[in-house]
């Protein structure tokens, strides 16, 4: 029969004992704290986190053009995914495109989309998504001298962020935002 090493709880056990038998006294403090910390040793092994195997890496392609009043954004991503373990992956990628509107201070999900990406064992495979473009005009004033000419409003739309999120199965396995708190608009881990 193949001897084990004692578990932390049998090991703390041990110790307790030991030092009731030798005459030393715990102090109070320890025998308040001590079934807490034999409740902690004994639900340890059910608290594991599993670790997904996908990890990513997110890097936007910008294309903008700006002049006096008018900006034009044209911006994609490339979604890098590994993975670590001995077995290919099929995984679904979610990306979002997030923009604000000229009349809201709130950002929205501008574009959303999904792809399907097989990532080898110990490999990588790079996803890339569509180019999206958004157009703003800055409030300005038309005419000579600038403050004497017709006022012209804001339209349009600036992009503000962007969002992936890997699936494996049904499985969050990974993600990312350019500003955490862009992921509250996708319902999290969704």
Do not use: C
């Amino acid at each position: 029969m193949e001897k084990t090493a004692p578990t932390f709880h049998v090991r703390l056990r041990f110790f307790i004992e030991r030092s009731r038998h030798s005459g030393v006294r715990l102090s109070t403090y320890m025998k308040m704290f001590l079934p807490f910390l034999l409740a902690v040793a004994a639900f340890a092994p059910l608290t594991r986190a599993e670790v997904s195997p996908i990890s990513l890496r997110v890097q936007q392609d910008s294309n903008d053009k700006r002049d006096k009043f008018d900006d034009s954004q044209k911006k994609s991503l490339k979604i890098f995914l590994t993975n670590s373990s001995a077995a290919d992956v099929t995984v679904k990628v979610k990306y979002y495109f997030y923009s604000k509107s000229a009349t809201s201070k709130e950002a929205a999900v501008m574009k959303d989309g999904e792809k399907e990406a097989t990532v080898k064992a110990h490999g990588s495979e790079t996803v890339e998504t569509e180019q999206v473009t958004a157009v703003f005009t800055a409030k300005h004033h038309e005419g000579k001298g600038g403050k004497g000419g017709k006022e012209v409003e804001a339209t349009g739309e600036k992009i503000v962020g962007y969002g992936a999120k890997v699936f494996q199965g049904e499985k969050l396995a990974a993600e990312f935002y350019s500003e955490p708190s862009l992921k509250a608009l996708t319902g999290g881990g969704n």
